[in-house]
């Protein structure tokens, strides 16, 4: 393969419910969203990748600059709300990019500014090993065990307790109630923590970010802290502290 282009794309739009203005607030001795920036430029990859802060916001942009990152464009108000979903910021980073800088990278690398104690060997680690599985799969994810099975979890259709695996189509439909079951015959399941996100440009033309095949990565779930409210704000300081 020739020279690979990453483009690692930090997402930060203005505004945030549980946390006001949160890509920008200080964590420890600077913004949330620079933590991803610095962790980015530390990376092994730097030389292959740009860096850009996807904003829809002037003060945000101005920030994002200030610690190094590129923002050439501001992200359209109708793909920063509440309900707008990776696929859309992704694909007009990649659009615009192509158009106005003829600029066609080979992988997404999406750095999420709510994991500011993010390692920077694991961003080389998910792109060592996904670079050499490139040929084999489409995207590559961090996950966590999952301690609570879905397969004893219940979806509520039409008034009626309806057992979540009856949706499900994976080999494992023998197994009698499985909410019923002890946890250790069920399969191993995970959650997807955001601390990394890896997938191939051309998934994302595809109108894909995941595609069929993904990587897992498999961290502990001790390692990761992503930040949506006050409580996990506090953690993570607190996990800050302890591992400077």
Not at 76 to 84: A, E, T
Not at 170 to 180: A, L, M, S, T, V
Request: hydrophobic share 35%; with cysteine.
């Amino acid at each position: 393969m020739a020279e690979i282009k990453i483009l690692c794309l930090i997402p930060a739009r203005y505004g945030s419910k549980g946390i006001p203005n949160k890509n920008i607030k200080m964590f420890g001795d600077k913004p949330l969203l620079a933590w991803s920036i610095e962790q980015a430029k530390k990376s092994k990859y730097a030389d292959k990748m740009r860096i850009i802060v996807s904003t829809d916001s002037e003060e945000y942009k101005k920030i994002a600059k200030s610690y190094g990152a590129e923002v050439p464009f501001l992200r359209p108000k109708k793909i920063s709300q509440d309900l707008s979903n990776d696929y859309d910021f992704i694909k007009h980073a990649i659009d615009w990019l192509k158009k106005n800088e003829s600029y066609n990278p080979d992988l997404i690398l999406q750095l999420r500014p709510t994991q500011p104690c993010r390692k920077v060997e694991i961003i080389n680690n998910c792109l060592e090993m996904f670079i050499k599985n490139i040929d084999t799969y489409d995207s590559l994810r961090t996950v966590v065990p999952f301690e609570k099975s879905p397969y004893k979890m219940y979806s509520i259709q039409k008034s009626n307790l309806t057992p979540l695996f009856t949706t499900f189509n994976n080999g494992y439909e023998n197994i009698i109630e499985p909410f019923n079951q002890a946890r250790q015959i069920l399969p191993q399941c995970y959650l997807h923590n955001g601390y990394v996100d890896i997938t191939k440009a051309n998934i994302v033309e595809n109108g894909k970010i995941s595609g069929e095949r993904i990587f897992p990565f498999i961290m502990e779930k001790n390692e990761t802290i992503d930040i949506d409210t006050e409580d996990d704000w506090k953690n993570a300081v607190k996990n800050k502290l302890i591992n400077q």
